[in-house]
T-cell receptor, first 113, second 114 residues
């Protein structure tokens, strides 16, 4: 089954404790991205990757890091989480092309206390 | 600042009524997508419109892309409780032609009461 898998689905952590949210896709997509979703703001892009070892900042990259060592995986790293990073996070992947369909994971709800 | 403005933010209607959701921008889109998101899930693509003036129908859902490619609408006829969800528009801008960067609107939460 074609899918984007995120882990964990839920995470509560304390300020400053490094964490990683994993994302894996099985569709051989070149393009992967991370979004955060906050009420009334829709989805805002954090980082994206056009292929292995090629990543770039999205609209709200501060406080986040990513890596793309393999085509299928695109982890999101919070080196020192802060309460303003409490949000719902989505990983998405797609083929190349402006009208390509983006496939989303089920989301990771992160709470930083 | 939202580049894509969706309206209304929230819509509550009775089963059988019609509804329209709007997505507007001052910029020209190269393409526009509509997604629907249910609680606890990620967004799922409903449709992609590419040509100015294009109209696409998906059962009771009608999607229209403005002639100038700056706006779009989603119309649901005879809404059913199963249409309840968060509807998101997402645009690819011509100046961002280098990649698949989608810019999302703030979403419209639709509640259809039985």
């Amino acid at each position: 089954e074609a899918q984007v898998t995120q882990n964990p689905r839920y995470l509560i952590t304390v300020t400053g404790k490094k964490l990683t949210v994993t994302c894996s896709q099985n569709m051989n997509h070149e393009y992967m991205s991370w979004y955060r979703q906050d009420p009334g703001l829709g989805l805002r892009q954090i980082y994206y990757s056009m292929n292995v070892e090629v990543t770039d900042k999205g609209d709200v990259p501060e406080g986040y890091k990513v890596s793309r060592k393999e085509k299928r995986n695109f982890p999101l790293i919070l080196e020192s989480p802060s309460p303003n990073q409490t949000s719902l996070y989505f990983c998405a992947s797609s083929f190349w092309g402006e009208d390509a369909e983006a496939f989303f994971g089920q989301g990771t709800r992160l709470t930083v206390v | 600042t939202q580049l894509l403005e969706q309206s209304p933010q929230f819509l509550s209607i009775q089963e059988g009524e019609n509804l329209t959701v709007y997505c507007n921008s001052s910029s020209v889109f190269s393409s526009l997508q509509w997604y629907r998101q249910e609680p606890g899930e990620g967004p799922v693509l409903l449709v992609t419109v590419v040509t100015g003036g294009e109209v696409k129908k998906l059962k009771r859902l009608t999607f229209q892309f403005g002639d100038a490619r700056k706006d779009s609408s989603l119309h649901i006829t005879a809404a059913q409780p199963g249409d309840t969800g968060l509807y998101l528009c997402a645009g690819s801008f011509m100046i961002k032609a280098a990649g698949n960067k989608l810019t999302f609107g703030g979403g419209t939460r639709v509640l259809v009461k039985p």
